[in-house]
């Protein structure tokens, strides 16, 4: 970690950037989603501010925006994350979403639940209860490309249990979506539970 701070640094200031690192333990992926159109799917959940939002990068968003607002002297220190929040809240972020979107080609604007995922699904089960501690990335990408991304947009990943959440045996832990029989099969071929997912066991 410490050397990617320095590195960051070294580059940024080649260019008179002034740059920050945010390091934190790093126990999953961010968010739920793993796929083109499961990832920007979230995404807009987030700015629509829906209840189903992922409130896991939803948190990391509101962090990184809130030491960028106070670090440009946008926002007073500590006032970083109430601004943030306003402009979530008050539709801001949304609408210039879709305005950057615009300028890069967009031609309709739509909502999070028009965003479909691929029709063939598969569910991880869980064989024990427990507290999920971590989820191996590495593992979660290998399978992410099984399945086809980046190239087949609607393929992906929903995970169901994240670090932190307890899980009961017979519960989902993740949703496989895939466009082909094929692809799905690739995807299930390297589901490992003790690879994916670390776990606390709860004390009787």
């Known amino acids: 970690v410490d050397m990617l701070d320095k590195q960051f640094r070294k580059l940024f200031k ?6 920050e690192t945010i390091k934190r333990a790093i126990k999953g992926p961010d968010g ?3 796929g ?18 992922s409130l896991e990068l939803e948190k990391v968003i509101i962090e ?3 030491r960028l607002f106070e670090n440009t002297k946008k926002a007073e220190i500590g006032e970083g994350k109430r601004m943030a929040e306003e402009i979530l809240e008050s539709g801001k972020a949304l609408e210039k979403f879709w305005e950057i979107a615009f300028a890069q080609g967009a031609t309709k604007r739509l909502k999070s639940t028009d965003i479909k995922s691929a029709k063939l699904e ?15 990335n ?11 991304n980046p190239k087949i947009k609607d393929a992906g990943i929903r995970i169901n249990k994240m ?9 989902v832990l993740m949703t496989l979506y895939a466009a082909t029989e094929n692809r799905l099969a690739g995807g299930k071929g390297l589901l490992d539970i003790d690879k994916l ?3 606390r066991t709860l004390s009787k």
Do not use: H, Q, W
Not at 163 to 171: A, F, L, R, T
């Open 14 to 19: 080649k260019f008179n950037i002034e740059c």
């Open 36 to 53: 083109p159109n499961l990832e920007i799917r979230e995404a807009l959940r987030i700015l629509e501010r829906t209840d189903d939002r």
């Open 32 to 34: 739920r989603s793993i």
């Open 163 to 171: 670090p932190g959440e307890s899980v009961k045996k017979g519960e």
């Open 122 to 136: 598969y569910d991880l089960l869980s064989d024990r209860d427990g507290v999920v501690r971590r989820i191996d």
């Open 138 to 148: 590495v593992a979660l990408v290998s399978i992410a490309r099984a399945l086809g």
């Open 197 to 199: 997912f670390t776990f």
């Open 64 to 66: 990184m925006a809130s």
